[in-house]
């Protein structure tokens, strides 16, 4: 599933990209995929120009000139590859759609522009949506409602943190870094990073936490998170960002993946376990229960 790491390098790109273009032409070939009655797409979405591309959590807003916007949310297999006759940038699910010839059998929506440009919205699994709403119903949507705050702001102190934490005390540190209510965006690659990274066992409950490590784990999903948008994201294959580059997170990664090999901390042998019914990465030394 694309992180929020991935989510904030698809906004990057597509600011970089698709900003005053005018949409001329949508077609889609699942109606889940793109669940928007005709009137509204002929009347708010074409000839319509892309003002702004935003994230929230893991999903993405498109807004239109029209006082509406396109949410996007990409769920377990969704892609979005903008083609034009100079550039290429695809992000999301790692398969060969993001470098393979467009439109192909994943195919859900394609969205064309005046130039003769084209994003392309790919979705193998068809869990993925892109939703057509006035810009100011967005917040009201469910997933809105819910989501926790986003770790990278500078507004969201390491006290705030903690503090959203404490309402889990009973629940294991991973199973609540995992809960998208708690905050915002931390997937299971970057959780298992963090916890290395702040020396916490995954399993260890919420309300056993002392203050430091609360600092400690916030400084470190902030630093992970930061690295993965940095470095393009987490895929290790078939990436490709606004510039024609692979992602490259993988290659940083220090225990995600990495069972059989040593700590890069205390050369103990890292291990692959079940936490909150994910499989969890960590070195058994450095991350005592």
């Not at 939703?131 to 469910?142: D, I």
């Not at 784990?217 to 580059?245: P, W």
Request: glycine share 8%; net charge positive.
């Amino acid at each position: 599933m694309p992180e929020l790491p991935e989510v904030e390098t698809v906004k990057r790109g597509l600011n970089k990209l698709i900003i005053g273009r005018k949409i001329t032409a949508v077609s889609s070939d699942n109606p889940k995929s793109f669940p928007n009655s005709p009137g509204d797409v002929d009347n708010f979405l074409i000839s319509s120009t892309v003002e702004l591309v935003r994230r929230r959590a893991k999903m993405l807003m498109i807004d239109l000139s029209t006082g509406y916007t396109l949410a996007i949310h990409l769920k377990m297999t969704g892609q979005l590859v903008f083609v034009d006759n100079k550039t290429r940038f695809g992000a999301g699910h790692p398969n060969d759609s993001l470098i393979s010839q467009l439109p192909d059998k994943s195919t859900r929506v394609i969205l064309s522009f005046d130039d003769d440009s084209h994003l392309y919205f790919n979705d193998q699994r068809k869990f993925g949506w892109m939703k057509l709403m006035p810009t100011l119903e967005v917040p009201n949507l469910p997933f809105m409602q819910k989501v926790g705050p986003e770790p990278l702001n500078d507004e969201f102190t390491a006290e705030q943190f903690a503090d959203r934490f404490k309402r889990r005390a009973r629940t294991s540190v991973k199973a609540a870094i995992l809960d998208q209510s708690v905050v915002a965006g931390v997937g299971n690659i970057y959780a298992d990073e963090s916890l290395w990274g702040a020396k916490i066992h995954p399993s260890r409950l919420v309300g056993s936490l002392s203050e430091v490590e609360f600092k400690d784990l916030y400084d470190q999903v902030r630093f992970v998170m930061n690295l993965s948008i940095e470095k393009g994201g987490s895929t290790n294959r078939n990436y490709v960002d606004a510039e024609g580059k692979k992602g490259s997170y993988m290659d940083f990664a220090n225990v995600f993946r990495r069972e059989g090999q040593v700590c890069p901390r205390c050369g103990t042998e890292i291990i692959k376990i079940k936490v909150a019914g994910r499989g969890t990465h960590i070195c058994p030394l450095c991350q005592k229960i």
